[in-house]
């Protein structure tokens, strides 16, 4: 459960450094972007999208938070993640390429 632990504290890692850019975006819109630029649509779809992956990462920090402060919520987090049955209903669904394909159509259509 230890090692566990680790990866749940590298999850809440990378989701606030993913959290901290989000916001870094939205102060460079408040403050320093340009009146033409504020206008573009483009630059509105981008900075709702990372306002939207800003909430999300908040949101998935909390839970995490609570598992690791909470040993209950945690083995049933690991249980969650490790359940056979559901690791081969996403392998016959293609989770992996799935995964990575939908956040490559994100990253694209967000630059």
């Not at 609570?66 to 993640?81: D, P």
Request: glycine share 10%; with cysteine; proline share 2%.
């Amino acid at each position: 459960m230890e090692q566990y632990k680790k990866v749940v504290k590298l999850r809440i890692g990378l989701f606030a450094l993913l959290l901290l850019v989000c916001v870094g975006l939205g102060v460079y819109d408040v403050f320093w972007a340009t009146p033409a630029m504020k206008v573009s649509y483009i630059f509105g779809y981008q900075c709702g999208v990372a306002t939207g992956l800003g909430v999300l990462s908040f949101v998935v920090i909390l839970l995490n938070s609570a598992a690791l402060r909470n040993e209950t919520k945690l083995k049933i987090q690991f249980n969650k993640e490790h359940d056979e049955r559901m690791k081969a209903i996403r392998a016959k669904a293609g989770m992996p390429m799935l995964l990575i394909a939908s956040i490559g159509m994100i990253v694209a259509g967000v630059v």
